[in-house]
Structures are given as C-alpha cells and as structure tokens.
T-cell receptor, first 110, second 116 residues
C-alpha cells in the first residue's frame, strides 16, 4: 500500500512564506502532484515533480527528494485567497489513479 | 467551456433509492477517473476509463456501484440502493496521455450526494 502524510492544519500571515510538507511511502514512484482545493470546490492542479529538485512557478514552488520520500510546497507572498486545502498525491501502483493525502488546511490571516 | 463538467451538482436522496451522476470530460481527453471525497479527507480513487474501457476499479467500488463510458466521451456513475455512508462528494477527472510522465488530471466541480 501507500502512505501519504501531511500536516492537518497550518496558519500563516498575509505576505509571509509557508512551507507545506508531504512524506510518502510507495513501492514504485512515478511522480508527485500538488493540488489546491478551496472549500466546496474541485481540486485544481498546482505542480508535478518526478525528478529531484525544485520546480518554481510564480509564487508557488514544489520540491522533491525521491530518496527521502519527501516533498514540500512553498507559497510565497501569501494572499488571503491562498486559504485553502493543499493536497499531495502520488500515482498508485497501477500508474493510473492518484492516491491523495488527507490535505493540509492553510489559513492565511491578516 | 473547456473544463470538466458534472451534473447534477447536488443530489439529495432517501436511503435505498438509486442515483446516477454524469461527467463530461475535457473534449480531447481519453482518460476519465471517478473519485469520492468525504469531509476532511483527500479524494479516494473509485474507477478509471481509457476511452470506453474500464481498466481499473478500486475495492471501494462495491457491487452497488457501476460506471460506464459507452462511447468514450461522457461517463455515468450509478449507485444502487443508496446508504447513508454513500454521502460524499463524487469527483470526476480527465486527462490526456501524451506518452510522457506527468499525465495531469483535471477535476470537475463534483456532485455532492446526501443520503437521508
């Protein structure tokens, strides 16, 4: 099976930087995704990592270490609209389905 | 509109009734997925289609659940004899396999099912 762990909740201040960690255990690794999900809405794609290192995309960056089974999502210059759940996901052993963590609920305060 | 669409957005039903949900994927996407999400949890995989073929089903998909994608375009998910434990958000996603890794799944807005 697969085990994906993320912190349940985080709070950060508007304008600050926050790092959301994700650890995973999987028998075969084919990539890791980060999605953002606002309350009552669909998950929206943020990033994909398959090789070690940092991928930067505007205010959001995602890092992967395959040897450590570890990823993080870095959000810079936080805005109130960044308050959402952030989901970490890896491919299942079949390579089709995504296995998601429970999500990290981020609250951005003024 | 080029996104994934789902209908209905909300469904309230009584225990024991049958319900059917529809998903229309992004038009050129040949892969379609169904997930279920309950409060405070991430989405859980239910089933996957490549074109009209159902290639994978989760053990979560009991015999009361059936999914089809008859023409390789839209898909339906039917739940027979609904139970209160079926109450959840049912999410559909689609993707286009371009032959490389990183086949991004794009999600629809979901159908929220409440079983009374």
């Amino acid at each position: 099976g697969q085990n994906i762990d993320q912190p349940t909740e985080m709070t950060a201040t508007e304008g600050a930087i926050v790092q959301i960690n994700c650890t995973y255990q999987t028998s075969g690794f084919n990539g890791l995704f980060w999605y953002q999900q606002h309350a009552g809405e669909a998950p929206t794609f943020l990033s994909y990592n398959v090789l070690d290192g940092l991928e930067e995309k505007g205010r959001f960056s995602s890092f992967l270490s395959r040897s450590k089974g570890y990823s993080y999502l870095l959000l810079k210059e936080l805005q109130m609209k960044d308050s959402a759940s952030y989901l970490c996901a890896v491919y299942s052993n079949s390579g089709y389905a995504l296995n998601f963590g429970k999500g990290t609920s981020l609250l951005v305060t003024p | 509109d080029t996104g994934v669409s789902q209908n209905p957005r909300h469904k309230i039903t009584k225990r024991g009734q049958n319900v059917t949900f529809r998903c229309d994927p992004i038009s050129e996407h040949n892969r379609l997925y169904w997930y279920r999400q309950t409060l405070g949890q991430g989405p859980e995989f239910l089933t996957y289609f490549q074109n009209e073929a159902q290639l994978e089903k989760s053990r979560l998909l009991s015999d009361r659940f059936s999914a089809e994608r008859p023409k390789g375009s839209f898909s339906t998910l039917e739940i027979q004899r609904t139970e209160q434990g079926d109450s959840a958000m049912y999410l559909c996603a689609s993707s286009l396999r371009a032959g490389a890794v990183g086949d991004t799944q794009y999600f629809g807005p979901g159908t929220r099912l409440t079983v009374l």
